[in-house]
Structures are given as structure tokens and as C-alpha cells.
């Protein structure tokens, strides 16, 4: 149950890490500045073509899009394509064209908001560095957390292993003497305590797998409601095997070197 609930709360880890790393490239390839011009009149092509020279010099522009009046409309009616009375009171007139940028490196938005602040006609500028850089700190903070908790889990199991086999050893004692003095081998006395400790890794490590694999089935539809326009599910299918052939590597590896201490330790006896 020990080594279980280690893997169980590994493979959490693994989904929340590789979900994590998902939600930060997409914040990081999202528009992370957006200009805006005056409402109803669409920006020349040539001042465009400006703008984006001068961004592209400072060597830091990833992406640059320019949305049209008339495509901020198509865009506030897709959004509000549920409420009429929303889409009757606006329409391209009153909407404003925008230029969306984002950075090589989030370091770098503040130098690409000062270029796009000194363009001619920007009336306002929406800046997410903030929100990026929190998150990103939110998800080292939780990477942090969730390493020191599995480390400290492979630990405790670790020694559970041990204690067991070697509580197994100490029960068995009298036996292991006469299989000694009838002639046999030390392999022979210590495998079956090895292999049973990497029983209880890999049996631990695969039935955690399905129950971290059946819960997250289970919280699919919930989870795919509250992230939105995140498209992180389902989980590909190859990923979830490749953690499950991790966690059977990492529950045999725990397992076998418990097993291996507890044997040298206690057969010496």
C-alpha cells in the first residue's frame, strides 16, 4: 500500500507536470501584447508593414498578426454567437483593428512594448507579462512541491522494503541455516527475497497506473469544461504508456535495491 500510494501520487505528478509545461507554451505562443488603434478605421497596409519592421528588429519578435475591423467583428460574434442582444449592439464600427505580438523570450516584452508604444495611432496596449510570469512561477512552485513529495515518498517506500524483507529474513532463519549447511548457494538463498521485493514495486507501480489512468478518464469531461480553449485532453494514449513503462522501471529499481540491502544486511547474521 506504501509503494502504491508512492507511484499513484507519481503518476499525478507526471500528468500535472506535462499538463503544466502544455498551459505555459500555450501562454507563451498566445499574443502576450496586443496594440490597438482607432475604432472603425482599419491601419494602412505600409504603416503595418512599418510596425512590424521595427519590431522585427530588435531581434525578440516571435509571432505578429494584424486583426482587421471587420475580423474583430467576425471574432466578437464567434465569442457571442449565444446572445443576440449582444451581437445587435455592435459591430465593425465601433470595434478597433489590433496588432497581437508575442516574444522569443517573455524577458523581452517590455522592449517590444516600447517600440509598439512609440508607433503612431496606438491608442492602448493590453500587456500579459504579468500574467505570464506568474504562472510560470505557479508551475515552478508546484514542480518544486510535487519532486519533494515523490522523493520523500521513494524514500519511506524504499525503507519499507527493506524492513520487510528483512522482518521476512529474520523469520526465516533457521531454514536459510540448514539450506545453508546442506550446501546451498548464497544466490540461490537471497534471489527469492530480491525478486520478491521487485514483485512488490512492479505489482504497486501498474496498479497505480490504472487507477491514476482511470481517474483521470473519470475527470476528463469535468476537467475539459473548466479548461476552455486549452486543448491538453485527452492524454495521447502513447503517453500514458511510456509513464506506465517508467513507473514499472522505477517500482522494480525501488524494489530490487530494497530487497538487495535488506538480503546483504540481514543474511549476514
Keep these: 500500500m506504501v509503494m502504491f500510494l508512492t507511484f499513484f501520487a507519481l503518476a499525478v505528478f507526471a500528468l500535472i507536470?506535462?499538463?503544466?509545461?502544455?498551459?505555459?507554451?500555450?501562454?507563451?505562443?498566445?499574443?502576450?501584447?496586443?496594440?490597438?488603434?482607432?475604432?472603425g478605421k482599419d491601419v494602412p497596409q505600409e504603416e503595418i508593414s512599418k510596425i512590424k519592421l521595427e519590431l522585427e528588429r530588435t531581434g525578440q519578435l516571435a509571432s505578429f498578426k494584424y486583426v482587421s475591423i471587420h475580423e474583430a467583428e467576425a471574432i466578437y460574434r464567434e465569442?457571442?454567437?449565444?446572445?443576440?442582444?449582444?451581437?445587435?449592439?455592435v459591430n465593425y464600427k465601433i470595434l478597433p483593428p489590433s496588432i497581437e505580438i508575442s516574444a522569443t523570450e517573455i524577458d523581452a516584452l517590455p522592449l517590444l512594448k516600447n517600440v509598439l508604444e512609440a508607433q503612431p495611432g496606438v491608442e492602448d496596449i493590453a500587456f500579459y507579462e504579468d500574467v505570464v510570469k506568474s504562472l510560470s512561477s505557479w508551475i515552478k512552485s508546484i514542480r518544486i512541491f510535487g519532486l519533494g513529495l515523490i522523493i520523500y515518498l521513494l524514500i519511506q517506500s524504499f525503507l519499507v522494503v527493506l524492513i520487510i524483507i528483512g522482518m521476512k529474513i529474520l523469520a526465516r532463519k533457521e531454514e536459510i541455516e540448514i539450506m545453508k549447511l546442506i550446501g546451498a548457494s548464497s544466490g540461490?538463498?537471497?534471489?527469492?527475497?530480491?525478486?520478491?521485493g521487485v514483485f512488490y514495486g512492479i505489482i504497486s507501480a501498474?496498479?497505480?497506473?490504472?487507477?491514476?489512468?482511470?481517474?483521470?478518464?473519470?475527470?476528463?469531461?469535468?476537467?475539459?469544461?473548466?479548461?476552455?480553449?486549452?486543448?491538453?485532453?485527452?492524454v495521447p494514449f502513447w503517453f500514458m504508456f511510456v509513464l506506465l513503462v517508467g513507473k514499472l522501471a522505477a517500482g522494480a529499481l525501488v524494489g530490487f535495491v530494497g530487497s538487495l540491502m535488506a538480503v546483504r544486511r540481514f543474511l549476514r547474521r
Aim: net charge negative.
Design 79 to 89: 465569442k457571442n454567437k449565444d446572445d443576440p442582444l449582444l451581437l445587435e449592439l
Design 17 to 39: 507536470c506535462a499538463g503544466s509545461i502544455k498551459i505555459l507554451q500555450h501562454f507563451e505562443t498566445a499574443p502576450q501584447a496586443i496594440a490597438f488603434f482607432e475604432k
Design 188 to 196: 540461490f538463498i537471497r534471489w527469492p527475497f530480491v525478486l520478491e
Design 206 to 234: 501498474f496498479f497505480a497506473w490504472i487507477s491514476a489512468y482511470t481517474l483521470l478518464l473519470y475527470s476528463t469531461p469535468l476537467l475539459l469544461s473548466w479548461l476552455g480553449d486549452l486543448s491538453l485532453l485527452p
